[in-house]
Nanobody, 117 residues
Framework: QVQLLESGGGLVQAGGSLRLSCAAS????????MGWYRQPPGKQRELVAG???????NYADSVKGRFTISRNNAKNTVYLQMNSLKPEDTAVYYCNAERINGLPDYWGQGTQVTVSS
């Protein structure tokens, strides 16, 4: 079983940057896509960005042009570079891995991102 460990969250001022990391405990070769979700206070969890094993990416409209998702297969790690942060980006961010053959997704424990105005 693969475990996902997130890091890089914290408190920043509006306009600042953070980079989140998600390290897998085993090879992610058998995972067809990975992504970042977030859950703001009092709201539902939403997809922020995703990346397939082939490198294709997609982003929520609210973060396009500000966030960049990438992966390093040699390190079994996926990243989320977050620039020009806004207070509405404040949320718990969760790493997600979509498995092949219809198996249940893997989820990280979450990392808090807080953006002050």
């Amino acid at each position: 079983q693969v475990q996902l460990l997130e890091s890089g969250g914290g408190l920043v001022q509006a306009g600042g940057s953070l980079r989140l990391s998600c390290a897998a405990s085993a090879s992610i070769f058998s995972i067809k896509a990975m992504g970042w979700y977030r859950q703001p206070p009092g709201k539902q969890r939403e997809l922020v960005a995703g990346i397939t094993s082939g490198g294709s990416t997609n982003y929520a409209d609210s973060v396009k042009g500000r966030f960049t998702i990438s992966r390093n297969n040699a390190k079994n790690t996926v990243y989320l570079q977050m620039n020009s942060l806004k207070p509405e980006d404040t949320a718990v961010y969760y790493c997600n891995a979509e498995r092949i053959n219809g198996l249940p997704d893997y989820w990280g424990q979450g990392t808090q991102v807080t953006v002050s105005s």
